[in-house]
């Protein structure tokens, strides 16, 4: 049994309890019963989980890369924000952050109270009106007492769990309370609580040798450094990534932090619009001057640049991208009123992903912007002098900076065509022998100038073979597309299989469709070697299902139904897992090969098979093991969707309805998903399949939409127009088509 199974076994979701006692014993109304073999309900460790689920909190540490490397628990000890733990829960120097049930998150403010050698600490956010779990001041634990916990063991957040106190015992001089409760990652820092419903202990370490042994420290440690706070607040306390404040100055809010010569920038300002800004403090070269810095944005849709001309009271330019278009705005005021957009394009400079030097020049009358050392406008405006340079994020954007520059004048040079030819010489040369000791000292002569070229020809390089893996996708897949209308076009003599691994590799160009034809011929030849001369339909139909399901392991994927590979019948056949319709094809092809017609059944919602016997039609649902639906069945599935119809509507499944139907399932996961790109693929082939079906016309227009594609998508709406197929509403199309004009 590995850990996590025995952590999970020790989770009490639903446990024995005690409703009564037993006898003449008085009971103590505080007292909250765990457990009593004589009565299983959960109730009252149910109402204690409730009750102290509001008071504790999930405590997360960043690391240097900025990501969360640590996680813990804590509980709320006061009203106005603080916050208990372990002092190894938080480490050294980290961004802290707590977490409640309901999903708000604090950032922490201060230290509050410390002590590494008790290994706790007290955290301090702002925010009132908590519930503060009750403290046991009074009586000390006694070994056998029965207590609980609440911690988030790896990563199952709020989980509780039950034991008993085994004993007290000194560790390296400090007395801690050994407890019979699973501890793990994640569990530290957590309450301990009594019969009483009082925190007795903070959970503090697991036992190295035995699996369910842990400790927690005494709440009487908690009490005395509570009472003697030695409080740092969070500026003192962040020194990995902190900003040097001599020179730079950050301002409403954002986590700005500093690492390998970058500045990033996360979580949204506290200004209008989510607005923050980090300003330069060191002294600013008299007009005319220039400030420059490489952005790059984790998504286009947010906003991060520069800021010049800033005074003390906020008040400064700013220019910037902002949903892929660069803005130079003034900002005089706090919020949108006093913000004046000066000027916004698009340019072709800007690489969306990437990082984009942007670069502003600051004249007595006037302000010219510069995108990847290209001049994009100049503005006369002089409202604002005199004042600071610096950085500023908006909105929701993580950011990322690099090489901020200030000067007089920070344009390239640009080297003459003689070095420039010189450079890409050597360049070549060494591409062709990259021991050719004479190119790279050649190169060498002009450092600065090469890796610019260099740079230049990587990303020549890389949009190459950007461009050639999509040529190289484009080919092939209108290959495959090719070779299942061939076989489709042969109608009812197509093969099924052949089909639906054309689909898998149609995704997969390393499937080798011949292995895995030639694995269900032998399947079918199995098969076929167990039955006898004499056994009928319906006992061939139970031995597909017995041989698919009993014998080799095939089964409907229940836990992952929505995973692509369940529509890949390659994969099917790998891990003997499917949905419906991959299941059924395996089912209608190992029939074909012991001569048994079966056929498919595109029920709405569920594919199944059927075959006939005496006349009457009998349906198999291969995702459920093989097992018989009655036709009293298979109409209620219908009318879950359409009330109006029933089983006896729907007609067997040809082979190219089989195939489009595999299609939609995998264009809605893909949408489902986000993946358009993917979804565009399926949909190119269901319309190769069938050119003159309107949804998917339409569809296709939507994705291209979705892909910024316009002109793409007007061809699909105006063969929409031109055809004017019914039940599509032309108006809306004409309106949809007008709006991309």
């Known amino acids: 049994m590995d850990k996590m199974t025995a952590y999970l076994k020790g989770i009490l979701f639903v446990s024995v309890l005690l409703l009564f006692r037993v006898g003449g014993e008085e009971k103590d109304p505080s007292r909250i019963d765990l457990v009593n ?25 960043e690391g240097r890369e900025g990501k969360t490397v640590g996680t813990g628990t804590g509980f709320v000890i006061s009203e106005n924000g603080l916050i208990a733990t372990c002092a190894h829960v938080i480490g050294e120097s980290r961004l802290i952050k707590v977490r409640f049930d309901d999903g708000n998150e604090y950032k922490v403010e201060q230290i509050f109270a410390s002590d590494r050698k008790l290994d706790l600490a007290i955290l301090k956010i702002n925010a009132k009106d908590l519930k503060p779990l009750q403290v046991e001041s009074t009586q000390i634990s006694q070994q056998g007492s029965e207590v609980i916990a609440m911690g988030n063991p790896q990563g199952l957040e709020f989980s509780i769990v039950r034991g008993i106190i085994s004993g007290i015992r000194e560790i390296d001089n400090q007395s801690l309370i050994q407890i019979a409760i699973p501890i793990e990652p994640g569990n530290s820092g957590g309450p301990l609580l009594n019969d009483k419903g009082n925190v007795c202990g903070i959970l503090n370490m697991k036992s190295a040798i035995t699996e369910n042994l842990g400790f927690a420290i005494p709440i009487e440690n908690l009490i005395r450094i509570k009472n003697a706070p030695n409080p740092v607040t969070m500026d003192n306390w962040l020194t990995i990534g902190k900003l040097n404040s001599a020179i730079w100055k950050t301002k409403m809010g954002a986590d700005w932090r500093q690492r390998a010569g970058r500045i990033s920038v996360k979580e949204k300002g506290s200004g209008f619009g989510g607005r923050s800004l980090c300003v330069y403090e060191k002294e600013i070269p008299k007009i005319p001057y220039e400030v420059k810095v490489d952005v790059k944005l984790n998504n286009e849709s947010g906003a991060a640049g520069l800021i010049f001309e800033a005074n003390e009271n906020d008040k400064h330019y700013g220019f910037y991208p902002s949903g892929g278009k660069l803005r130079l705005t003034r900002f005089e005021g706090p919020d949108v009123l006093s913000w004046s957009i000066l000027n916004e394009t698009d340019s072709e400079l800007y690489e969306d992903g990437e990082w984009n030097t942007i670069r502003i020049r600051v004249e007595e009358e006037s302000i010219l912007t510069f995108l990847n050392n290209q001049k994009l406008f100049e503005i006369k405006d002089n409202i604002l002098r005199n004042g600071k340079v610096g950085l500023a994020k908006f909105r929701d954007t993580e950011a990322t900076f690099k090489n901020f520059k200030l000067g007089t004048d920070l344009s390239i040079k640009k080297p003459s065509p003689e070095i420039i030819k010189d450079i890409n010489k050597n360049i070549s040369l060494f591409l062709d022998n990259n021991k050719d000791e004479s190119a790279i000292k050649n190169l060498n002569k002009e450092a600065l100038t090469t890796q610019l070229l260099i740079n230049k020809k990587i990303k020549t390089l890389e949009d190459s073979i950007t461009s050639l893996e999509k040529l190289k996708d484009k080919v092939h897949r209108e290959k495959i597309t090719n070779e299942i209308l061939e076989e489709l076009n042969k109608g009812n003599d197509s093969d099924l299989s052949q089909c639906a691994l054309l689909l898998a590799k149609y995704d997969n160009q390393e499937i080798d469709i011949d292995a895995y034809y030639s694995e269900i011929e032998r399947m079918g030849e199995d098969l076929m070697s167990k039955i006898k001369n004499n056994t009928d339909i319906e006992a061939k139909v139970a031995l597909i299902s017995k041989y698919l399901f009993k014998d080799n392991g095939y089964h409907g994927s229940r836990t992952d139904y929505y995973n692509q590979s369940n529509s890949y019948l390659n994969e099917v056949l790998d891990d003997r897992e499917g949905i419906p319709i991959t299941l059924s094809i395996i ?53 879950e969707y359409d009330s109006t119809m029933n089983a006896n509507d729907y007609k067997a499944a040809d082979n190219k309805s089989i195939i489009q139907r595999m299609l939609y399932n995998l264009k809605g996961i893909s949408i489902d998903k986000r993946e358009y790109q993917d979804a565009l693929n399926y949909v190119d082939l269901l319309i190769a399949i069938d050119p003159k079906d309107p949804q998917e016309r339409l569809s296709r227009s939507i994705l291209f939409i979705q892909l910024d594609q316009n002109d793409e998508a007007k061809k699909d709406l105006e063969w929409l127009l031109e055809m004017e197929p019914e039940g599509v509403r032309i108006e809306r199309i004409r309106q949809l088509y007008d709006r991309l004009n």
Do not use: C, W
């Open 37 to 61: 073999p004589n009565n299983k309900s959960p109730k009252n460790i149910a109402l204690v989980a409730k009750k102290i689920r509001p008071s504790i909190v999930v405590v997360t540490q």
């Open 587 to 639: 089912y209608i092809e190992l029939a074909k090969r012991i001569g048994l017609k079966m056929q498919g059944l595109g029920l709405p919602g569920h594919f199944v098979v059927f075959y006939n016997n005496n006349g009457n039609r009998k349906i198999i649902d291969p995702f459920d093991n093989g097992k018989s639906i009655s036709e009293a069945d298979a109409d209620a599935i219908v009318k």
